[in-house]
Structure formats: C-alpha cells, structure tokens
C-alpha cells in the first residue's frame, strides 16, 4: 500500500497518517517535519527553508527536489508507506512519478482528506506550532488551493484519487479511510 495524503493544512491529515502507519505497519514520512527539525537544528536546509515555513508559503520546488531522494530513501524498502506533505505541486508529483516508476513501485492511490475552511483554521488555531499564527494559517490555507490543490485533478486524471470527508470525528475519519482504502488494494 503505497499512499499519498493530500489535504489542506489542519485536516488531520497527520493523525490519519499516524492510525494507518499503526494499523498496517507503513513506513511514513512528513516533508513538514523534515524541515521543521531542519530549522530547529539549524542545519543548511534548515537556513534556506526558515523563512518560507515561517511565513507560510512553500519552500521552493528546487529546494525541495534536491532533498527529496534522500528523504524517500528507505522508505521504498517498506511493503508500503505514505507520504503526507509530498508532493504539494505538478513538478513535484512529477519527480515523484519518476522516481517511484524507476523502482516499479507506483502509487495505489491519493488520499485527500476533506474539510470545510472554517474548521481547518480553528483546528490549526488549537495546535500551538512554530508556524501556526493566524496570519501564518491564512497564508498557508490560500498556498493549499493555489499550489496544491490542482493536485486533486491531476490525480484524478490517474485515477487515484480518494476523497474523503475529514470533518468527522477521528476515529470515524479513520473508518472510512480504511473502508475506502481496502477497496483499492491490498491491505
Ligand atoms: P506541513 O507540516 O506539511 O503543513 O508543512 C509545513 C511547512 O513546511 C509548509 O508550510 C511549507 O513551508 C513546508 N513544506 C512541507 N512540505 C513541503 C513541500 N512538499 N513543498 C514545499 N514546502 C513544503
């Protein structure tokens, strides 16, 4: 089961990622947490992507796609993983196509996790992290429907894209993940 969670920032799609890796024994990776320990150990990453975590725009694709291959690697030893947080533009789902092709192991499927605009920035508001100001949070929501929201139709050109509703309470959330998910490979 290899996976990609698409979701705005605050649509749980941290905690869902976290159930799954559980249930199924996945490898996981968040590019979010990559840079935010790279800005907290203050290594040359960390220095060039500071700024744009700080204010809640996207680290440039060239940053991004130098690190990448090292930040997958590993994980494409698993019998499966997911990705949260990656890709989050055509370019980068486009390395991470070529990337996967070259191991012969592509996606099963894209999972975007739904959520109405006013909850996610309540959500965010409630979670106290270095990037999470309300000026941060607006920044980061508008980023999501211009860079990463085409993703949605991108995947589902594919036909891998999952839609699921977010705004439920998690364990129900996790419910339907699993229900959609098992109808799409194996488990
Ligand atoms: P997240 O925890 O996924 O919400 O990511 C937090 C921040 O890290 C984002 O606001 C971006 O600044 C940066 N980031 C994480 N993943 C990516 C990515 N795939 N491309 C560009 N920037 C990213």
Known sequence: MRLV???A???GKGTQAALLVKR???GYVSTGDVFRQAVLDQ???GLQAKGYLDAGLLVPDEIVLGMIDQVLDGLLN???FILDGFPRTIPQAEKLEAILAAKHKPLDAVVSLEVAEESLVQRMLSRKRFDDTEETIRIRLATF???TEPLKAYYQKKGLLRQVD???PVQEVFGSLVAILAQTASL
């Open 5 to 7: 969670f698409l979701g």
């Open 9 to 11: 920032p605050g649509s």
């Open 78 to 80: 698993k019998k499966g």
């Open 24 to 26: 199924f024994d996945l």
């Open 145 to 147: 429907h211009q860079q």
């Open 43 to 45: 290594t040359a990453l």
């Open 166 to 168: 977010a705004s439920k």
